[in-house]
């Protein structure tokens, strides 16, 4: 699990990789990354509220073992 705010305003993130042993990413884990542009999640990981918000680089997210896709609110992952 990476837990709430673990990076939060991390500012020399350009690219994370989520291995698949994640399970969870809490709330805030990512938010206010000024460079983040790539998120790769490689499990069924469960992403928590805000874990990647105010991210205005991000252009790319890939969740590619995701088998289900579950509610997504206007808020809840990405604010740009």
């Known amino acids: 699990r990476i837990e709430g ?3 939060s305003g991390c500012n020399s993130l350009t690219h994370v990789t ?3 042993s994640v399970t969870e990413i809490r ?3 990512f938010s206010t990354c000024e460079k983040l542009e790539t ?8 992403i928590c ?4 918000s105010y991210l205005a680089n991000l252009k790319n997210i890939r969740m590619p073992n995701v088998t ?3 509610r997504v609110q206007g808020s809840q992952y990405i604010h740009s």
Not at 39 to 46: E, F, R, S
Not at 49 to 52: C, H, L, R, S, V
């Open 49 to 52: 509220k805000d874990a990647f």
């Open 27 to 29: 709330n805030n884990a």
């Open 39 to 46: 998120v790769d999640i490689l499990g069924d990981t469960k």
């Open 5 to 7: 705010f673990a990076f």
């Open 68 to 70: 289900k896709l579950g």
């Open 18 to 20: 989520v291995p698949a």
